[in-house]
Nanobody
Framework: QVQLVESGGGLVQAGGSLRLSCAAS????????MGWFRQAPGKEREFAAG????????YYADSVKGRFTISRDNAKNTVYLQMNSLKPEDTAVYYC???????????????????WGQGTQVTVSS
């Protein structure tokens, strides 16, 4: 069982930055691939960014590439999502997820992740 708790969401103006954190109840750094997904009102939950358990493999959705950066601190069992140059269309609930079956690849499908956090709201005003 892995518990994930997100924090860091809030209200920010367009062009601003936020850093989301995802704290895990178990050691995730070596074993698990971690991902960030987001869900805007009336839309499907979509993949935003992911980092493989082995560290070097990163993957970003085209919509956030160049603006968002995912990273992890194994000592703190925490994964981060640094979000810069935020746009109103980035407004969504952001979810952290763990894929405990893989550590060398980053999946973009929701079904590949077996543990989820409760989500944190990010609102970007124009």
């Amino acid at each position: 069982q892995v518990q994930l708790v997100e924090s860091g969401g809030g209200l920010v103006q367009a062009g601003g930055s936020l850093r989301l954190s995802c704290a895990a109840s178990r050691r995730t750094g070596v074993t698990y691939t971690m991902g960030w997904f987001r869900q805007a009102p009336g839309k499907e939950r979509e993949f935003a960014a992911g980092i493989a358990g082995d560290g070097p493999s990163l993957y970003y959705a085209d919509s956030v590439k160049g603006r968002f950066t995912i990273s992890r601190d194994n000592a703190k069992n925490t994964v981060y999502l640094q979000m810069n140059s935020l746009k109103p269309e980035d407004t969504a609930v952001y979810y952290c997820a763990a894929d405990t079956k893989r550590n060398t690849v980053v999946g973009v499908s929701r079904g590949m992740y077996d543990y989820w956090g409760q989500g944190t709201q990010v609102t970007v005003s124009s």
